[in-house]
């Protein structure tokens, strides 16, 4: 069984979630400039099997695409190209940055430490993949 790996794409850069083996627990892995997102993506899969990739999908409150669903959509088409056989589900990411940001103020970190990007885009994959896991009934 493969792993699912769970993306919060974002312009400058991106968030990365992944699952154990079994699909039961979703992991924060890493914050990465999404310029060198599709080669990193490589050399994780040189060492580990992924079976599913998730990507959040910007919303509007009316349920419209976002301002930045377009750059999505172009990384998904460029991850489905480039990785053809591991399948691509979208989920609605409303509210992960700001739930991410709720989750990293109750942790108790600096406030330093809670106004950096890279956690809450961190924070925000792991939501995008424990929603969609919890989607399926994991």
């Known amino acids: 069984m493969g792993r699912w ?6 312009l400058k850069r991106t968030g990365i979630a992944i699952t154990d083996p079994l699909n039961i627990i979703a992991t924060g892995l890493t914050t990465i400039a999404s310029q060198e997102l599709i080669d990193y993506i490589k050399t994780y899969l040189t060492n580990e099997q ?9 919303k509007q409150m009316n349920n419209e695409p976002s301002m930045s669903a377009q750059m999505t959509n172009d ?5 489905s190209a480039t ?7 979208r989920i609605d990411e409303r509210f992960t940055s700001k739930m991410a ?6 942790s108790g970190k600096s406030k330093k430490d ?5 956690h ?19």
């Open 101 to 106: 940001s709720q989750i990293i103020a109750q």
């Open 75 to 79: 990384f998904v088409q460029k991850l």
């Open 120 to 138: 809450i885009d961190l924070v925000s994959a792991i939501i995008i993949l424990q929603s969609y896991m919890e989607s399926t009934n994991h």
């Open 114 to 118: 809670r106004e950096k990007k890279e």
């Open 50 to 58: 992924v079976e599913l990739f998730v990507v959040g999908e910007p």
């Open 83 to 89: 990785f053809p056989a591991i399948p691509i589900k």
């Open 5 to 10: 790996m769970a993306f919060d794409y974002g």
